[in-house]
């Protein structure tokens, strides 16, 4: 399994998406995406991704260079278009028309449509954090990808539905939640696959609604299902959020809630913005944040636990040791990209 910096990763992105006439700054907002994911840990939302994208740029799914049209706007709100362009590149653009409205009142919110795939959420929330800001964003499949079950059910009807939050800390790494309403991102089961590794049990049911822990059967006919977030024990929690999370990113963006399959899949986004100055001073907020932080992690721990993390700091951890040891990218992906140089 080759290790390799960041920088090396870039590079390798970058070449690529030169080959294929993808235009410097789009391939870079990609690029730092795909990276930025693998850094952190997300390895189902990195440089995994590059063979899908190029694959759906010579299928012309993605559209370089596509325009983003406002559909609708007000002082607070704006409703995109994305017109089937790289998902990083509209994601991006979401997120800074969100902080950019915040600025001016107080909170704001951007729904987004046929958007292709944005990759890891939590690295979206992060420039809302960047801005002294709290950035919310959740995302559907455009109404398909529908490969987790519904509560009770043993079909898929719904995607992953992931969201993400992150809450600025002065001079520090946010805190950052990010998550799949399902017990965990497809993706990861693509690493699993390449890995040749078993998926840990109550990941997902096949077809009979039965356990298991072959990567294989969930790209099989007919194909397993994941499971929501809570899996065999407290699945109508992770079910009930992920409703939610396909109402907001699905109707109210016009993106259209899970309802097939065979629907293309892309992202329905939902991203909203709280400017934290407009509620109290930002060092305030921060310092109340840091207390809150000590309190928690001054609990008692349970036999064999070392630290209480709070969300996002196991990926800042992970990012300081890729830093030091690289980036592991398995046999599988590496040798599909270098099919691509």
């Known amino acids: 399994m080759p290790n390799l910096t960041a920088e ?15 235009s410097a700054d789009e391939a870079e907002i990609v690029t730092r995406s795909m990276v930025g994911a693998n850094r952190v840990g997300h390895d189902s939302h990195g440089v995994i991704q590059l063979p899908k994208y190029v694959q759906e740029l010579e299928a012309g799914l993605i559209q370089p260079g ?29 997120v800074a028309l969100a902080i950019q409205k915040a600025k001016q009142t107080d909170i704001s919110s951007v729904a987004v449509s046929r958007c ?16 002294e800001m709290i950035g919310l964003l959740m995302a559907n499949d455009h109404g398909g990808g529908t490969c987790v079950a519904p509560h009770g ?16 800390i002065e001079g520090q790494n946010p805190i950052v939640l990010d998550m799949s309403t399902s017990v965990v991102a497809s993706g990861k089961i693509r690493v699993k696959q390449h890995r040749n590794d078993a998926l840990p049990e109550g990941w997902v049911i096949n077809a009979e609604g039965d356990p298991t822990t072959d990567a294989d059967d969930f790209y099989g006919d007919p194909p397993a299902a994941l499971l929501p977030f809570g899996g065999m024990v407290s699945a109508h929690k992770g079910f009930g959020l992920s409703v939610i999370v396909d109402i907001l990113s699905g109707a109210l963006t016009s993106a259209g809630c899970s309802h097939s399959e065979d629907a293309r899949v892309g992202n329905g ?33 349970a036999a064999g636990v070392d630290t209480i993390w709070m969300p996002g700091e196991r990926g800042w951890e992970e990012q300081r040791k890729r830093e030091r040891e690289g980036i ?7 040798q599909q990209i270098q099919a691509l140089l």
């Open 8 to 22: 090396e990763l870039t590079d390798i992105c970058l070449n690529v998406f030169q080959k294929l006439n993808i």
């Open 66 to 94: 596509a325009s983003i049209e406002t559909l609708h706007e007000s002082a607070s709100i704006a409703v995109l278009d994305g017109n089937w362009g790289f998902g990083p590149v509209i994601a991006t653009r979401a």
């Open 269 to 301: 986004l939902f991203v909203f913005v709280i400017n934290v100055a407009s509620f109290r001073e930002f060092p305030g907020f921060s310092a109340e944040i840091e207390r809150f932080i000590g309190y928690l992690k001054s609990a008692k721990r």
């Open 153 to 168: 059910g043993i079909e898929g009807r719904l995607s992953t539905n992931p969201i993400a939050c992150a809450v600025p």
């Open 116 to 131: 292709n795939e944005v990759g890891r959420l939590g690295g979206y929330a992060c420039l809302a954090a960047d801005a």
């Open 328 to 334: 592991p990218i398995d046999v599988k992906t590496w």
